[in-house]
């Protein structure tokens, strides 16, 4: 199981950027997959996770309405549109799945982030 995430930068407040997760090793399409967040200091956030069954999507408050999570089966890769970006944004991006458990509920990924593999992390920095 891999996880590989990209597409982190340098972005003014208000900017654009779309992080990309590709998997490898596993048929991610029954795997649920989230994205996570730490900030030096900080404990891990679960920014938004997808269900492997509907898509069914779950995003954390601080992020509702400005990020987008989505999945391209035929790319293996699963992405997060992040709009409108905050200073606050500012931390390491990584994407996540439960290997144990690839159905587990959205909910449960992001919000206990009950994850078991983890990609390495991509940084996110949002100044002027």
């Known amino acids: 199981v891999q996880l590989q995430a990209s597409g982190g930068g340098l972005v003014q407040p208000g900017g654009s950027l779309r992080l990309s997760c590709a998997t490898s090793g596993f048929d991610s399409d029954y795997y649920a997959i989230g994205w996570f967040r730490q900030d030096p200091g900080k404990e891990r956030e679960g920014v938004s996770c997808i269900a492997s069954s509907d898509g069914s999507t779950y995003y954390a408050d601080s992020v509702r309405g400005r990020f987008t999570i989505s999945r391209d089966k035929a790319k293996n890769t699963v992405y997060l549109q992040m709009d409108s970006l905050k200073p606050e944004d500012t931390a390491v991006y990584y994407c996540?799945?439960?290997?144990?458990?690839?159905?587990?509920?959205?909910?449960?990924?992001?919000?206990?982030?009950?994850?078991?593999?983890w990609g390495q992390g991509t940084q996110v920095t949002v100044s002027s």
């Open positions: 996540a799945t439960n290997g144990q458990h690839p159905s587990i509920s959205q909910y449960v990924l992001c919000g206990l982030r009950l994850a078991d593999y």
